[in-house]
């Protein structure tokens, strides 16, 4: 997952975190040119109380840069108008990206408390510019003579974009819906912050103590000893203590024999911001899905799915259900074809209850032992972190010539973090790499990779290099042993990289055309999966933490056979989820005022006959996706199914090749995809790598569901 700003400027820039110009001197660390190698934030001086003025002072600063625009009386043109307004902000971009990532990453009660603040000063400045009249007049003057110009196609797109990016800032509206505009957009800042600072509550609020040892029967020494470990961090030693954090959760729920246990932990997860309590998040929602229909309709769009959908692959809602519909039969057919086969697995041990959503981790995992002889214990000694590290560094070095130089000279913003200097095979620096891997009160769930410097080319030519961050969630090292991984973190790690390469080799001459559409950016994510469980590299990366033997030809051979095992369930459960944020975003705005969410969410899962044991992978109350700005996904989480159409056919040209490492199509992939941002339409991108247009097929054979 590739997080989205705090609140992105996207009519001025996607800015930059290396010393701006325009900084003043002053005791703010945020406001001082940074003396930091390659200009990285200075995490070990930057305190909470200097957020709020870098902030007042960087809006300051872009207002003046916008004022310099509209104040001069030359006939608009890309140089005097869209130019520089692309290049305003950079040093408030610089605020807002490191302010951020830091709250999602190591947060804190004052730092929630200083976003609280700032929140309403961000969403008011960007209705300042988006809603600036001279403005929009000089912006709307070239936009109307791009054909009169000799632009290039890609000064044509960032004219087009920037045109209809005011547009949707409601530049176009009367000054009473402007001021209505404002008031919405100034609430859905606040509730998303809510609801993120609830869900974290409820996140760090839930455990399981367990005082009995009886009551760890089936669970394997590793997971003891985590439980142990987490009880003693919590002053709970001689106990063992398991969370809703997935890295304690799904061990404790597959291995697990003790049944109410197992619906005692699931519970806590599957309630969170359902609890009727400090912490509820039913309420927010109402909200935000009513607000935004409404900010929909005042901008002349039919639902908010319309309003988001306009600017990606998608193009309207009929196409994202197209697609999900499609999917839908086939998944479901196979997920409860794997419940029969867990129930009769369950009955024939004398179970006395029927499978419920808690179980299936427990059964799905005796059935794979069944069949494959294959559990996930086994594979957890090959896949360290610091295997599955070196793996992915070696891959790149492989497809495309990296090289990563450990820096123990940079400051870090929470001493869990490594931080690598990236650089190409000649020694020419790409960028700076932060990771920072496990769990932490002060830490948002998931895993997410995100900038605190974007790539830029600036107007005297310079090139700005970034500053990349993955964040996980991933198992802790446990006595004396590393952190191990379970195959599925292992593919995360793989997958975070993809989005970090995306932004490492970012080459694009305009700001504004960084990013690109929400449905396309999973692509350079997920085809990092597909090397990951390869049965040729699997063979390369995954060695034994104590011996360093790669892992056997018979337990690959195990993982290749299971391959499509348990894919009706990963299918179904995302597809579900997929469904429910298009239910909620397609709503008309007489029926988006919702009397009960949980109710509206068990008649959208009952509408497409999602079974009971199943429970779309994240429900409404926790669903941070698509009710978090942060996030971004709103009307939009169906762009992991839709981008793996394009992975899988894309993994297709390497397969077809006959060499998983075929350099001259990983440069070509690169250089077609990885480099050019949103500087091409993404189909043109997608067509200029592959030659021709996807297909489905590939994915379909990927999960099994053909």
């Known amino acids: ?70 104040s001069t009386t030359e006939t608009p043109t890309f140089e005097n108008t869209i130019l520089p307004l692309d290049n305003s902000g950079e040093l408030l971009e610089n605020v807002i990206l490191t302010l951020e990532n830091l709250n999602s990453a190591n947060t804190s009660d004052s730092l929630q408390g200083a976003i609280k603040k700032i929140s309403p000063m961000l969403s008011k400045h960007r209705d300042d510019i988006s809603m600036n009249s001279k403005l929009f007049e000089r912006v709307k003057a070239v936009y109307e003579t791009i054909d009169k110009n000799n632009y290039t196609s890609e000064q044509k797109l960032l004219i087009e974009k920037t045109y209809k990016t005011f547009v949707r800032g409601g530049a176009n509206l009367d000054a009473e819906k402007q001021a209505k505009l404002r008031e919405i957009n100034q609430q859905l800042s606040m509730l998303a912050l809510q609801f993120n600072e ?130 839908w039969e086939p998944a479901i057919k196979r997920a409860k074809a794997e419940l029969n086969e867990m129930q009769k697995l369950a009955n024939a041990e004398g179970a006395k209850e029927k499978i419920s959503a808690a179980d299936w981790w427990y059964y799905a995992e005796k059935v794979r032992k069944a069949k494959y002889d294959l559990d996930e214990e086994m594979l957890r000694p090959y896949l360290s972190l610091d295997a599955v590290r070196e793996g992915i560094f070696n891959l790149t070095d492989k497809l495309y010539g990296l090289k990563y130089i450990k820096r123990t000279d940079l400051p870090v913003y929470h001493p869990e973090c490594e931080v690598y200097e990236v650089q190409e095979a000649d020694g020419k620096h790409v960028g700076i790499l932060y990771l920072d891997f496990f769990p932490r009160p002060s830490k948002s769930v998931g895993a997410w990779c995100t900038t605190y410097r974007s790539q830029r080319i600036r107007p005297d030519g310079t090139f700005v290099t970034p500053v990349v961050s993955i964040v996980c969630n991933f198992t802790k090292p446990s006595g004396d042993k590393p952190a191990l991984l379970s195959f599925d973190e292992a593919e995360t790690f793989f997958h975070e990289f993809g989005h970090g390469l995306h932004a490492l080799f970012s080459k694009v001459q305009y700001a504004g055309l960084r990013d690109v559409p929400r449905d396309f950016v999973e692509l350079p994510s997920q085809i990092m999966e597909h090397w990951a469980g390869h049965k040729q590299y699997l063979k390369e990366y995954a060695h034994h933490y104590q011996t360093s033997e790669p892992m056997p030809d018979e337990l690959i051979n195990k993982i290749e056979a299971s391959g499509h095992f348990n894919q009706g369930f990963a299918t179904t459960e995302y597809l579900a989820a997929s469904i429910l944020d298009m239910d909620y975003h397609t709503l008309s705005s007489e029926k988006a ?55 899988s056919d894309a993994f297709e040209a390497f397969v077809e090749s006959g060499d998983i490492f075929n350099k001259e199509i990983a440069t070509k992939f690169r250089t077609c995809v990885l480099e050019k941002g949103g500087s091409k339409d993404a189909k043109e991108l997608y067509n200029d790598f592959r030659g021709k247009e996807p297909s489905i097929e590939p994915l379909l054979k990927n999960r099994g569901l053909k």
Request: aromatic share 10%.
């Open 1 to 70: 997952m590739k997080r989205k700003g705090l609140i992105i400027l996207t009519i001025g820039l996607m800015g930059t975190m290396i010393a701006c110009t325009g900084k003043k001197e002053t005791g703010n660390p945020l406001l001082v040119e940074y003396t930091t190698p390659f200009g990285v934030p200075p995490f070990d001086k930057i305190k909470v109380e200097h957020f709020e003025p870098a902030i007042t002072e960087a809006i300051k600063q872009q207002l003046a840069e916008i004022e310099a625009i509209t």
């Open 198 to 327: 609830n869900l974290l509550a409820e996140n760090n609020d839930y455990r399981i103590v367990i005082e009995k040892e009886e009551d760890l029967a089936g669970l394997p020494e590793s997971v003891k000893a985590m439980g142990a470990e987490e009880a003693k961090a919590q002053g709970l030693e001689g106990k063992w203590v398991y969370t809703i954090y997935k890295p304690s959760m799904l061990p404790f729920l597959t291995y697990s024999q003790n049944h109410d246990l197992r619906e005692k932990l699931y519970y806590g997860y599957y309630m969170r911001g359902n609890n009727n309590n400090a912490h509820d998040n039913k309420e927010i929602i109402k909200k935000i899905v009513d607000l935004r229909q409404q900010k929909a309709e005042l901008l002349g769009y039919p639902t908010h799915a319309h309003y988001v959908l306009d600017v990606n692959m998608a193009k309207v809602p009929e196409n994202v259900y197209d697609l999900l519909n499609r999917l």
């Open 593 to 647: 005022k919702i009397d009960d969410i949980i109710a509206f969410e068990k008649a959208s899962m009952d509408k497409i006959g999602l079974i009971p044991e199943i429970l779309p992978r994240y429900r409404s109350t926790y669903f941070a996706h698509i009710f978090s700005d942060v996030m971004g996904y709103s009307s939009g989480y169906y762009s992991y199914i839709w981008a793996e159409v394009l992975d």
